[in-house]
């Protein structure tokens, strides 16, 4: 008598019940917290659920440790293979870790190193760490192939019916904490899966609930998705925001969110900077770019009812503080306070002074100056970083500047020189 055949892995909202079982035993039931700032911002109640909280800063141990859990013994003894811009990487580092199961964990380039040391920590000599490519893409496409010579269980950060039950195990947390489900829920995107978990057990317990997926600008491969009805590559992904830095969405987690019917927006990586600033500076949180990107919605364009109850997920928080001059430099661009000009000197006397005297008003800074080589004997050009104390001031800058005698180009965002100063 044949064996019957196994049936195709789902995700209902009875698999993400059951998946809470499991990572009970090694994630945290993270904090669901008010927050007066963001809730006197937009005239609703906003709570912040706290995964930045976890044992590995990110909500991703739960989908790590849901699938490698199930496996037999059989497919333990070959060990598993992932692909990690960091945040996943570490989840499986911990589940390999506390499961006694060996992993190799490939990982781009440009994975912040502290996110590269975590790993290193939390799996132990359990886990062997490879740097591979730039991208997220680059790191998947050696796991496939380390999964197809070894044998090793391929444990995808998002694209994998367990993965996603585990990271939807957010979802039942946010709703017994809370007593009742929120009116609106804001969730990070990166390859899907954790908004895929949390939109298939809000929809099928509470679908009065609005879902919203916010992805960075520079990566809304979710976004190109939706409009055409199927996971789509998209081209020269920003990788700021590595945690949601991905060019394609699953296949898995696109049909999902589709059929959750869960809005997407985006959000610039510059906003989601002055987000991060704002999560340090006045509620004392440290997130990374991705775990920003929900709160930074909330004044973004998001339409908010007045008085309902908002729940953010803050997804992680796992930054290297090396990054934090870029941060800020971005928040400052994004704000309209810091920008860039190419401005030619005549080569005489006096006439930096003029410069400093005539156009700067008395609340602008320069926080770059660097002569760039001189055309001819009568002028030099020099790239100019100046900070403003307001945005509402670059107008007289810039008519100061107009009626000068100089030669004056602002450098935009976006130009390939802008790229070397940011």
Not at 129 to 134: C, K, L, S, T
Request: hydrophobic share 40%.
């Amino acid at each position: 008598m044949s064996t019957p055949p196994t049936p195709p892995l789902q995700v209902t909202a009875q698999t993400i019940d059951e998946a809470a079982i499991r990572v009970a035993e090694v994630a945290t039931r993270t904090p669901l917290e008010l927050n007066a700032r963001l809730s006197e911002a937009t005239g609703a109640q906003v709570w912040l659920k706290r995964e930045d909280l976890q044992p590995v800063r990110s909500y991703k141990i739960r989908g790590a440790y849901n699938l490698i859990v199930q496996l037999d013994d059989e497919a333990r003894s070959h060990g598993v293979v992932c692909a990690s811009a960091g945040n996943h990487a570490q989840g499986v580092a911990l589940a390999c870790q506390r499961l006694g199961v060996r992993g190799r964990i490939f990982v781009p380039g440009t994975t912040p190193r502290q996110k590269r040391e975590r790993i290193v920590t939390l799996g132990g000599s359990d886990v062997e760490i490879i740097v591979v490519g730039d991208s997220y893409e680059d790191a998947f496409r050696a796991a496939q192939q380390d999964a197809a010579d070894t044998g090793a269980v391929l444990v995808p950060a998002f694209d994998d019916p367990r993965t996603i039950s585990g990271q939807g195990t957010v979802a039942p947390e946010i709703v017994e904490q809370l007593g009742t489900a929120p009116d609106l829920l804001v969730v990070p995107v990166g390859g899907g899966g954790l908004v895929a978990g949390i939109s298939t057990w809000m929809r099928e317990r509470h679908p009065e609930t609005r879902i919203v997926g916010v992805e960075p600008t520079g990566a809304a491969s979710m976004s190109a998705a939706v409009r055409v009805g199927r996971p789509v590559r998209i081209d020269d992904v920003d990788p700021f925001v590595d945690g949601a830095a991905v060019g394609i969405v699953g296949d898995h987690t696109f049909p999902l969110v589709r059929d959750a019917g869960t809005e997407i927006m985006t959000v610039d990586e510059g906003h989601a900077c002055t987000e991060m600033l704002r999560l340090y500076q006045s509620d004392g949180i440290i997130a990374e770019p991705a775990g920003a990107l929900a709160t930074a919605l909330l004044d973004a364009g998001l339409e908010i009812e007045p008085g309902s109850t908002v729940v953010c997920v803050v997804s992680g928080g796992n930054n290297d503080i090396s990054r934090y001059g870029e941060i800020l430099e971005r928040s400052l661009i994004h704000q309209g306070l810091k920008h860039y000009f190419l401005v030619s000197f005549p080569q005489e006397p006096g006439a930096l002074r003029r410069f400093l005297d005539e156009i700067l008003g008395p609340d602008d800074d320069i926080t770059l100056f660097d002569y760039v080589k001189r055309n001819n004997r009568e002028n030099g050009p020099a790239l100019i970083g100046i900070e403003l104390a307001s945005h509402d001031d670059l107008a007289g800058l810039l008519a100061r500047l107009d009626d000068s005698p100089l030669g004056v180009e602002q450098v935009p965002p976006g130009s390939p020189l802008f790229h070397y100063l940011v």
